[in-house]
């Protein structure tokens, strides 16, 4: 069955780095694009882009260009999120999502577990 | 940017009674390449990701309960929740794919 299994919850200080991983099963990782979602504590939710995982071309929506990073290591079939120069305000849980379709970045029907990522001093 | 705009922002429904919440979106969703309008609605609980409950803005995900429809198009959409259970306390989102940066609505609350 189709699951994708996210690295567990971080800690980190301000200004340093964190890398969240999304591990695909049940299918290849290169037959889908693979979304990335933040949820703020409290908050709502908030797509941050998705990554092309032919071209392993990324696309990311205003907020989350700069520091922000999508990438893929297809041997293993995970896909990455890299944060650089975090700040409280990056505190939040991360999801990645896949769509439905193959060939086709729309409704998003498998999601990750979600990874914690708080920032703090 | 499109903008998805919910309401209510919470709303408290009987056990066995119907729930409705509706999304606009500042621009139409509406693909004219299949007639359909790009949206989806996601339910999440506590500790949860969302689970995708409806998309093509009527068309039902797989497994998800026939008490569960959404209605619209274009630019005013609708879930609705013909009887409401104990267990459909949750958050629910719309969603937009018809272009990116796809949007979410700012979420409903739905309490017994």
């Known amino acids: 069955q189709v699951q994708l299994v996210q690295s567990g919850s971080e800690l980190k200080k301000p200004g340093a780095s964190v890398k969240v991983s999304c591990k695909a099963s049940?299918?290849?990782?290169?037959?889908?694009?693979l979304n990335w979602v933040r949820q703020a504590p409290g908050q709502g939710l908030e797509w941050m882009g998705w990554?092309?995982?032919?071209?392993?071309?990324?696309t990311y929506a205003r907020a989350f260009t700069g520091r922000f990073v999508f990438s893929l290591d297809t041997s293993v079939n995970t896909a990455y999120l890299q944060i650089s120069s975090l700040t409280a305000e990056d505190t939040a849980v991360y999801y990645c999502a896949r769509p439905s379709l193959d060939g086709y970045n729309y409704y998003f029907d498998y999601w990750g577990q979600g990874t914690l990522v708080t920032v703090s001093s | 940017d499109i903008v998805m705009t919910q309401s209510p922002d919470s709303l408290a429904v009987s056990l066995g009674e119907r729930a409705t919440v509706s999304c606009k979106s500042s621009q139409t969703v509406l693909y004219s390449s299949n007639s359909k309008s790009s949206l989806a609605w996601y339910q999440q609980k506590p500790g949860q990701p969302p689970n995708l409950l409806i998309y093509w803005a009527s068309t039902r995900e797989s497994g998800v309960p026939d008490r569960f429809s959404g209605s619209g198009s274009g630019t005013d959409f609708t879930l609705t929740i013909s009887s409401l259970q104990a267990e459909d306390v949750a958050l629910y989102y719309c969603?937009?794919?018809?272009?990116?940066?796809?949007?979410f609505g700012q979420g409903t609350k739905l309490e017994i």
């Open positions: 990554i092309n995982t032919i071209t392993e071309n990324p």
């Open positions: 969603q937009q794919y018809y272009r990116t940066p796809y949007t």
């Open positions: 049940g299918y290849t990782l290169t037959k889908y694009a």
